[in-house]
């Protein structure tokens, strides 16, 4: 999401004027743009910020903003707190940047971390810069509704909001044209997208009826896009499980190119830690899902996060989390130990009293039965062919290509001529426990 905001934020400087650099020690102005979701994510922007205070001093003139979740969060105190930020820029502010560079050249306040219940920046055309010129974000929503307990979120990047489906087709067709091969439609909760003209999806009760008859959900989005565009690989994310729907399983299995590939966060695998986050589904829903996922869309690669030590949990709950990832075998996992955030419901209700040696524990514990099940899953594709689409060559071997298949795993194979953004066809002939190795299916 960060990557996809930016690239919106560039697209708005180079209006104003600005060029980009890629030398970060010739900028006369630098934005960090921030992550708040664990305290290790804004310890990493403290000590990216100490490091330009030597800049700083050799440079005066420079500007240091900091952009997103963690402007959201620590709004004016960042100023007081870190010595050398000049501008704080929310994420629903970007359009001010350029307006809030002039007042800090001038020593006026350059602050502005308002919240919007409609901005979704849908007239800007994002300049793709962190790219490979094959595969990138298109941003469809902002902001989440959902309120799990643990999370900030909701709080720095504000209430739920969807982009006007023409102004993203709009966005995919000048990639499309570009020769893009990829696309992934992002949101916080992808699945609650809804459009009907009328803003913030809180107000939707309110629409007029013709707005209500209009609207346009995720799936009808996803099969706009999968259709106006067949030549385009297309994935999303991030989905969930209280709101993924049917019928967005029916419109992937529907559309060859709708990658069978999804995102599936489950967070615990205790009805009693589910239920105490807020997340609106049980151990069993949360199984019934999985199992529709197999019976409508075979081999759909299947990913989540997980975190371990959430207030209160106890041995018992952590089986709970061992024994639904055993049931599911995901081929991937982003796994965390719980850290208490400022301001979220969790950190004002329950003290975070699983001690930090035993949550780490437990998340070693995740992390280790997750290797194997990527190992497995890895080594189930032994003897198959899949169609690879070439991102890049090979950091070890200049002769290799690299690229994902439709579940989202690497594969790694012989160029043999081929190119960068082609789709391949590769069969595969061995694995370790995050790469598949192959040879070009003749
Ligand atoms: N502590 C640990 N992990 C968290 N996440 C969100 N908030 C927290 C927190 N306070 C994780 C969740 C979410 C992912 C983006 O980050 O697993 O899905
Ligand atoms: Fe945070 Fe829950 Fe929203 Fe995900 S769904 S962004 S975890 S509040």
């Known amino acids: 999401m960060n990557v996809a905001d930016s ?53 005066p003139h420079l500007l240091i903003g900091v952009l997103g979740c963690m402007a959201s969060r620590a709004k004016e105190r960042l100023l007081e707190e870190e010595k050398m930020v000049d501008i704080v820029a929310g994420p629903d502010s970007y359009r001010d940047l350029p307006h809030l560079v002039d007042n800090a050249r001038k020593n006026l306040c350059a602050v502005n971390v308002q919240l919007s219940l ?18 990138a974000f298109v941003s469809v929503m902002r902001g989440c509704d959902n309120m799990c307990t643990y999370c900030v979120v909701p709080y720095t990047r ?25 696309i992934t439609l992002l949101g ?56 993924m729907t049917d019928d967005v399983l029916d419109a992937i299995a529907s559309h060859d190119n709708i990658c069978r ?14 239920k105490h986050m807020h997340r609106g589904y049980t151990r069993e829903e949360y199984m019934a899902l999985i199992d529709r ?10 990913t989540m996060d997980v975190i371990a030590g959430y207030p209160t949990e106890t041995e018992e709950d952590h089986q709970d989390t061992l024994s639904l990832m055993c049931y599911v075998k995901y081929d991937f996992g982003y796994m965390f130990k719980y850290s208490e955030r400022p301001g979220t419901y969790a ?50 071997n200049k002769e290799e290509l690299f690229g994902r298949n439709p579940q989202g795993i690497v594969a790694v194979f012989p160029a043999e001529g081929h190119t960068i953004g082609e789709f391949i066809d590769v069969e595969i002939i061995d694995a370790t426990q995050g790469t598949l190795i192959g040879i070009i299916k003749k």
């Open 7 to 59: 690239e919106v934020v560039y697209a708005i400087m180079e209006e104003a004027g600005y060029a980009r650099t890629s030398d970060y020690k010739q900028a006369d102005v630098i934005f960090l743009n921030t992550c708040s979701v664990r305290e290790k994510a804004e310890q990493t922007v403290r000590n990216k910020l100490s490091n330009f205070s030597h800049l700083k001093r050799t440079r």
């Open 118 to 135: 409609e901005e979704t920046y849908d007239d800007i055309i994002p300049v793709r810069v962190s790219g490979n010129g094959i595969s």
């Open 158 to 182: 504000g209430r739920e909001r969807s982009r006007d489906p023409q102004t993203i087709i709009n966005e995919i067709q000048i990639l499309a044209d570009e020769g893009y091969k990829e």
């Open 188 to 243: 916080q909760n992808i699945d609650s997208y809804l459009w009907y003209g009328g803003g913030p999806k809180k107000h939707f009760d309110k629409a007029s009826e013709e707005q209500k008859k209009n609207a346009v959900r995720f799936s009808q989005l996803l099969t706009m896009v999968a259709e106006r565009f067949p030549m385009l690989r297309i994935r999303f994310c991030t989905s969930n499980p209280h709101d």
């Open 261 to 274: 590939y999804l995102h599936l966060p489950f967070q615990s695998g205790s009805n009693r830690i589910l």
């Open 293 to 302: 996922i197999h019976a409508k869309l075979p081999d759909c690669g299947i």
């Open 347 to 396: 950190a004002g209700h329950y003290p975070d009293d699983v001690p930090d040696d035993v949550k780490q524990r437990r998340l070693d514990e995740i992390i280790s039965l997750q290797s194997e099940h990527s190992a497995q899953r890895n080594r189930s594709y032994i003897g198959r062919t899949c169609r690879i689409l070439a991102e890049g060559v090979s950091k070890k």
